[in-house]
């Protein structure tokens, strides 16, 4: 599975849209981009996956770039409650998550 | 919908005893049960890979006689420690998968945090 690169952190406006990038390079055409976020001392909770096509849902958007070696997830209005550790991840199939670091978001008030 | 719940959601235990966490899928069969581990400040490594009726996949470095997994239904995993020592301490998070190859979505249970004093 491919491997992905995100920033440690980020902050973001409360109300205001957050852009959570991931650099996904070596991604191979049968690989989708699964985002998920842990919030302190919690169980991850999905959020969205796509294969190619950008993809929404109540949650969040997903825009995955033509040449799919990146990918954004954007919270469209955040608030305080999406402050949260949100990892990107490239899997084919029912095989195990690597779970990188994730970026920490933080929503300011 | 897609609840996995995990019980206890945390635990105290002496060092040398044995302690046992459940994750069930609440309105859903899993076909898949995970099984993580997270330390502080770290994130989540993957233990175990189980499917119903079948001996779990144990990631490398993880004791399968002292972690033991057992996955008796579509909607039930257990997780046990056995002979916990403090280096055990950790959060334990379970995870089950639903869909087909591809496509499929992993929903976490909320964790169990246990410590071996």
Sequence with gaps: DAKTTQPPSMDCAEGRAANLPCNHSTISGNEYVYWYRQIHSQGPQYIIHGLKNNETNEMASLIITEDRKSSTLILPHATLRDTAVYYCIVIRGANNLFFGTGTRLTVIP | ?117
């Design chain 2, 1 to 117: 919908g897609a609840v996995v719940s995990q019980h206890p959601s945390w635990v105290i235990c002496k060092s040398g005893t044995s302690v046992k966490i459940e994750c069930r899928s609440l309105d859903f069969q899993a076909t898949t049960m995970f099984w993580y581990r997270q330390f502080p400040k770290q994130s989540l490594m993957l233990m175990a890979t189980s499917n119903e009726g079948s001996k779990a996949t144990y990631e490398q470095g993880v004791e399968k006689d002292k972690f033991l997994i057992n996955h008796a239904s579509l909607t039930l995993s257990t997780l046990t420690v056995t002979s916990a020592h403090p280096e055990d301490s950790s959060f334990y998070i379970c995870s089950a998968a639903t869909g087909t190859s591809g496509t499929y979505e992993q929903y976490f249970g909320p964790g169990t945090r246990l410590t071996v004093t």
